[in-house]
């Protein structure tokens, strides 16, 4: 076996050795392995291939097909013909457009908002307090969420008839004064279409809320209760921070579906009276079925896409970001 000496190095590289770290980088030059190249496996691959293509078929072609039709007036039979942005702009200006993006914003409220706070402070009484029977008050709560729109319509329309059990009650209690024609008031139609979309979604959120709790670590109401703290601190301290995957999950789902607010408004109202209940969704399905304006649907597509990324983008960076913090 041939020695590796620092003259052997010397007269290997042809001359005298650098002055500063040059034995040590000859060295390791002179005596690294070299295997062979390590082929890539495509046999992996090859197993996601046939899910890649169906996804690729039927997602990616008429994501890009919808893309190109927002730049163009096309009525869905005839020839396609180039408009550039211009149906991006009449989102902004359009007013119909445009309510229909403020109503989204109520809609926020209602579909995120009270169904998260709600279900929240439900499922830290009933995952804490170890009430008797919370397999059955779990199923009553959910049960809304698995209820198809219609049957959920056909409920809510019934109680809020203008002679339904609602007024019915308000009458007998001497509160006739707060009678309404719920559903066709321009006032407060949107207002009750959210608070039937929260009734809604309430069970999903204290359902996934009460999964999150009981995989919280009992060591940490131990402790918290050996410091003293009131209910209330303990939900503060140890409950919420435990639950920011949960919430920010139940965040993500109740805004998109705000953002994509269709069937419940459509079965009831249709967007109305007039336009008071009109949302994103609804003037896309008009644009598209009742004035063949595919063009114009697809770019409002594109930017309620464009919003669902955004929205989701900013819930999971606010979570990671208190979760390193």
């Known amino acids: 076996m041939r020695s590796t000496t620092p ?20 060295l390791e030059r002179g005596s690294a392995p070299r295997g062979p190249k390590r082929k890539t496996d495509l046999g992996p691959y090859l197993y996601v291939l046939p ?11 008429p994501l890009a097909q919808g893309v190109w039709y927002s730049f163009t007036s096309w009525d869905g039979i005839g020839a396609a013909s180039w408009v550039g942005v211009s149906n991006y702009i009449s989102i902004w200006t359009d007013p119909v457009m445009r309510e229909g993006i403020a109503n989204t914003g109520v809609l926020v409220l209602f579909y995120a908002g009270v169904p998260i706070v709600v279900g929240l402070f439900t499922a830290a009484i009933i995952g804490r307090r170890g009430m008797h029977g919370m397999g059955f008050y779990r199923t009553v709560l959910f049960l809304p969420q698995i209820l198809s729109s219609v049957v ?23 509160l006739a004064f707060l009678e309404q024609d719920w559903l066709g008031s321009f006032s407060i139609t949107l207002d009750v279409l959210g608070l039937i979309g929260a009734w809604v979604a309430f069970g999903f959120c204290m359902v996934l809320f009460l999964a999150g709790i009981q995989a919280i670590p009992t060591e940490l109401y131990d402790a918290a209760k050996v410091d003293g703290a009131s209910p209330v601190r303990e939900f503060f301290a140890v409950t919420l921070p435990g639950l920011r995957g949960q919430l920010a999950v139940a965040m993500t789902l109740s805004v998109i579906a705000a953002f994509q607010a269709f069937d419940i408004i459509w079965l009831v109202t249709q967007g109305g009276p007039g336009t008071s209940s009109v949302t994103p969704a609804i003037n896309l399905y008009n644009d598209a079925f009742v004035s063949q304006n595919v063009g114009a649907a697809a770019a409002l597509g594109v930017v309620m896409l464009a919003a669902s990324l955004v929205v989701t ?7 990671e970001g208190r979760r390193n913090a």
């Open 152 to 174: 959920v319509i056909v409920i809510w329309r019934l109680l809020l008839a203008p002679a339904g059990p609602v007024n019915g009650a308000l009458g007998g209690l001497g």
């Open 7 to 26: 003259e052997t190095l010397v007269a290997e590289a042809g001359g005298p050795l650098p002055a500063s770290g040059g034995y040590v980088k000859i």
């Open 313 to 319: 983008l900013i819930i999971v960076k606010l979570v």
């Open 51 to 61: 899910a890649m293509a169906v996804f690729a078929v039927f997602v990616l072609v």
